[in-house]
């Protein structure tokens, strides 16, 4: 008699987790940094990029059937940096005159280049912006220099996100 009871309270639970699972998929909902790419950018090469753009658009690719190749030849798209720009600026000081609270700035500037050599985006610029609070004591500078770390990594996927949006918007744009 227990058993039945048991069995029939984890058919319920396991009816209901499954429900859950189907309606987040039909709604469209996909797993944090998943990206769904369109078949000319599955394959991408990047062109005067800085060694952390690099690894953040080699991270965005992670999370996805694309790869960025070594040769323009071999790609569907290619990604041409113009220009790249990293600014820390204070907001605000404490009454001793220290900077306790930042805004990080990236700037990223470029074209993208279908496989035919046509111009799909021409010299845009996506421009991400995160703020920290960054109080000036000897025992949590340390811990501030790797929250500042994360938080420039975080800023070069989103700007990462944002071009591959971009992209993923034009490509939409010419096929129609």
Known sequence: MFNLIAQKTALRKASVIFSLFFLLSACGYHLRGAID???ELQKMYVRGASSRLSEAIQQAFRSTSGELVKHASEAGMILNVINEDYKRQTISIDNSGYSNEYVLIYRLTFDLIDSHGNE?????????RQTYFNQQSSDIVLSK?????????????????????RARAELKRTIQ
């Open 37 to 39: 790419l369109p078949e």
């Open 120 to 128: 799909l985006v021409s010299a845009q610029t996506v421009e991400v």
């Open 145 to 165: 220099e790797n929250e500042e770390k994360t938080l420039r990594k975080e800023l070069y996927i989103k700007a990462v996100n944002s071009v591959i949006d």
